[in-house]
């Protein structure tokens, strides 16, 4: 998106400066947020026209990506939205309300919370969460299944659990570096988060969103919800946690919810 069209917004978001150019430690910000709201086009053709779209944007710290994807939906789509911010840390919240209240926008809320406490009143369309740090991701996947989002994208940032975790006979003459053990985990967490989904019936596709010299945490999660859950991905799933010896927290942060158990029932009936 041309920043000068969102001009008011991005001025009031911190992202220009008075000048109107974009500040140089906002660029790659910048760059991040205008290529996953591109990259959002996809997702609302595959989830349908909806009267509203509801956003729930998980971790969303100073809501950078939801004021963007708002202006993009509202002013550019001319679609109506409702955008929820949920954030643990309330300098953040406090800072994302003060700028909506300052730029007019009541379709927007932020309210403090943790990701394994909160839950939507209303089935959101998508969740959306960019960077939110190592199982705070898991949180974000588990907080959309949990709500039956119609679609999840996450971006995830760090990946410290499974590294934690894992183990693999047959690659320690690789895992005894390091860096490549670390390099292998950021891999398996994606692959484990998305054999999970996959799981609980999800339509599941990888991408690296953005150049690596813009961040190397540019792999985005989309998944688009189809009710068809498989039970090939929960074998898959299940191998994959004996072989490497690990607990993902998916299903820990799931399994901790009152209610939610991992073989529940689907929109379809079957159970997994
Ligand atoms: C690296 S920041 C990313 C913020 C924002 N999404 C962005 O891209 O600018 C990660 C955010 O996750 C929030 N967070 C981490 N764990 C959380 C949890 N359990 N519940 C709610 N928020 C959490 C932090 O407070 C922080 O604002």
């Known amino acids: 998106m041309n920043p000068a069209l969102a001009k008011d917004l991005l001025t009031e978001i911190g992202i220009l400066a008075k000048n109107g150019k974009i500040k140089n430690d906002k660029i790659r910000k910048y760059n991040q947020i205008d290529y996953f709201v591109e990259l959002m086009q996809g997702v609302l053709k595959e989830i349908g026209d909806r009267d509203e779209y509801v956003i729930l944007d998980a971790a969303c710290g100073k809501s950078y990506l939801s004021f963007v994807l708002n202006f993009y939906l509202r002013e550019i789509l001319k679609k109506k939205c409702r955008f929820i911010g949920v954030d643990y840390s309330k300098t953040v919240i406090d800072a994302s309300k003060r700028i909506a209240a300052n730029l007019g926008y009541n ?89 999970y989904l996959e799981s609980v019936g999800y339509r599941v596709s990888m991408i690296e969103y953005i150049s690596p010299l813009e961040t190397p945490k540019n792999i985005m999660i989309r998944a688009v919800y189809t009710g068809r859950e498989s039970t090939k991905a929960r074998a898959d799933y299940e191998n994959l946690k004996e072989m490497l010896h690990v607990e993902p927290a998916i299903e820990r942060f799931l399994r901790q919810k009152i209610g939610f158990k991992i073989t529940r029932q689907g929109d379809n009936g079957h159970e997994i």
């Not at 809320?109 to 190592?134: G, M, N, Q």
């Not at 006979?169 to 005894?176: L, Q």
């Open 107 to 195: 379709n927007m809320e932020f309210i403090k919370a943790d990701l394994t406490e909160y839950t939507p009143d209303v089935r959101p369309d998508i969740v959306i969460s960019l960077h939110a740090c190592d199982t705070a991701t898991d949180m974000a996947l588990g907080l959309g299944i949990r709500s039956k989002s119609r679609a999840i994208v996450c971006v995830p940032c760090c990946h410290k659990d499974i590294l934690k975790q894992y183990s693999y006979e047959p690659f320690e003459p690789i895992m005894k570096y390091g860096i490549l053990k670390a390099r292998l985990a950021d891999t398996l967490t994606d692959g484990i988060r998305a054999a």
